[in-house]
């Protein structure tokens, strides 16, 4: 098994289409709709999808690009770059269970029109007492007849007040070992029971916002069902693995935006008489941070081109876990330097920058806190040293 990787003739072509659909089209959107604190736009997301740049990992036949996750995270990092916020449907991953277990009406009803951005998902797991131990959920579906009844409330959920279709995590076995019992179903929008309730005002990302949803005796079919009964976490451990790989470049391409600016802004500044960039000061920040937003690309299209050779292996999560690690850290390190180099011009509002940098946090939280992600790697290299292997990815 080789886990090295190099970029194709075309996997190189799609990173410039992205760069100039992301330089041209998301950024400019990207300043208007963040001061105005309007939300992404749905015939924005039409374009993206006419464009080729929504579905990226959605298989041909059902309206997607088909990419590998390699391919998705050299694109990726370029959106991200532009806009995280519009980025963030480029991929279905909140769909990921329904690609990892869903049946072929439920992919065919859902997945084409997300893919052509008519129709926006959300992805329904953290609740109030708990993102981390995500299997310590409390959201029940109780079975009724031809139907399953959810009871409970789920928290920060990215876009849930306009999202047509949700993905949602309830325990159906409350008796079930740890990480079973759990079960992931698709809740459409209207649905009776399921209804917003608080809306949270978040440092940053806000033309994505996050609310509270409440299931409140909310019924729906049993149709609904994602997959086994009992198997839901199999389903998002599935889509962890890509969806944290690709999370390392997309903070990449945060970072890589944030330094683009300081670096201009460094070889055009002057102060007592050079500009600021001939300061060996901040030449070595420059040269120390490059370094590590080249490392951190670099982590993460590894990652992605170890989860394409088998998403549910130890190497895969491992892998993917450091790129994510590794790559929002260097995001929060590049994102604060770049403000650091242009002084107070980088700290004003109106500039992206400030905005980069509020939206490196999240980075280290969401889908994965740093903590968690650490824990994953080192039960990894524990259990390596335990069994005499060396501890290394292949
Ligand atoms: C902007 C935003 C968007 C989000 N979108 C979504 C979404 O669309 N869908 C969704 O389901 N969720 C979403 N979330 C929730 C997000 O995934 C959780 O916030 C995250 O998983 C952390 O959970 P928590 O906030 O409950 O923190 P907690 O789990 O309570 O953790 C608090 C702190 O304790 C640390 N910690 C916890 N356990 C351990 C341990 N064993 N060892 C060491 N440290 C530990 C954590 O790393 C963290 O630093 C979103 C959150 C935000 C802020």
Redesign the pocket.
Known sequence: MTTLYSLSEDQLALRQAARRFAQNEMFPLSMEIERERREVPIDFLKKMGSLGFLGLDVPTEYGGQGFDTLTCAVIMEELSGGWFSGSSFAMAL?MGPVLAGGTEKQKQEYLPRICKGEIIP?????????????AAIKTFARKDGGDYVLKGN???????HRADILVV?AKTNNEAVRGQGISAFLVPKGTKGFSIGQK?R????HA?P?CEVVFDDCRIPAANLIGQEGKGFSYVHATFAKFRAVYGSRCVGVAQAAMDYALRYANEREQFGQTIASYQGNRFKIADVMTKIEAARHLSYRASAIVDQGVDSDNARVAASMAKHFGSNVCMEATSEAIQIMGGHGYIADHPLERLYREAK?F?????????L??LISRYTNKCATSGEPARLP
């Open positions: 909140g959300a992805f329904a797991l953290t609740e109030p007492t708990g993102g981390s131990d995500a789920k928290i920060f959920i990215t876009n849930a995590f949270f978040a440092l940053a990302h994505n996050i999240l280290q939280i969401g889908d994965g806190t740093s903590e968690v650490r824990l």
